[in-house]
Each structure stands twice: as C-alpha cells, then as structure tokens.
C-alpha cells in the first residue's frame, strides 16, 4: 500500500486495521450512550418536573431554559445520529461540550456536592470520545488527507 512516497508494510495496514475498528466501535458506543444520555436529559427538561425546576432554581437560571435546553438537546441527538452533514455535527458537538461544561461550571459556583458533577462530567466524556472517534465521512476534514 502506497500514499505519497510513504509505502505501509502489511503488519501496518494490519495494524491500522484493527484501529480504525476499535474506532468505529468506540465511536459508535460512546455516540449511543451519548445520544442516550442527552435525549434523556432533554425529556426531563421538556416535562419540567420538580426536580429539574428546582436544581434550575437553586442554579439560578429561569424555568424557561429547561423548554430551550430540551429542544437543542434533541435537535443534537438527531444530527449527531443521521448521516452526512458534518459542518452541523461539529456545532451539535461544540452545544453539547458547552451545555455539559457549563452545567459543571454551574454546580460548582453554587456549592453542590461532587456527585452533581458525574452525570455532565459523563456526557462531556462521551461528547469528546464521540467527537474523536467519529468515521471520516462524519468530519469536516482530515488530519490525514
């Protein structure tokens, strides 16, 4: 196999083989829980139960952040999960990492224990290795080319 002048011996194409699988498995498993996480998070926020109108409260945010974060939240998952588009994955991807670190921000100014910081820490994980491990027909461009 050649590329440019470059020429991959076949324990390296071999190699990068088995990495762009475990990628795709990566990226596909972190990209479910992640959909999963935020398409969840939203539902909640749209029902606007007690608990969720309450820790927005004690954050300090109005109650009608829960319908704006809710709608977002599911328009991400939607772009994330469908094929092409990959200028809109990356906005989808940057709102996520936003939305999860500034829920992080938001616990830790007001003085919540550490276990308020797992479910956005989680999410903010699986946004990153979602990101990272996303196919190449999913990207705006490739380090690679």
Known sequence: ?????????PS???RRSKAGKAGKII???ATIWLALGMLSTAIVQLMKNKEEIDMMTALGYPI???MILGVWKILGVITILI????????WAYAGFFFIMSGAIISH??????????FGPLLLIVLTIASWYFRPPNRKTFSINQ
């Open 1 to 9: 196999m050649t590329k440019g002048n470059l020429t991959a011996s």
């Open 12 to 14: 390296q194409s071999l």
């Open 27 to 29: 990226y596909w498993i």
């Open 64 to 66: 009608y952040i829960l």
């Open 83 to 90: 094929p092409k588009f990959p200028l809109l994955k990356e």
């Open 108 to 117: 830790l100014v007001v003085g919540d224990s550490a276990k308020t910081l």
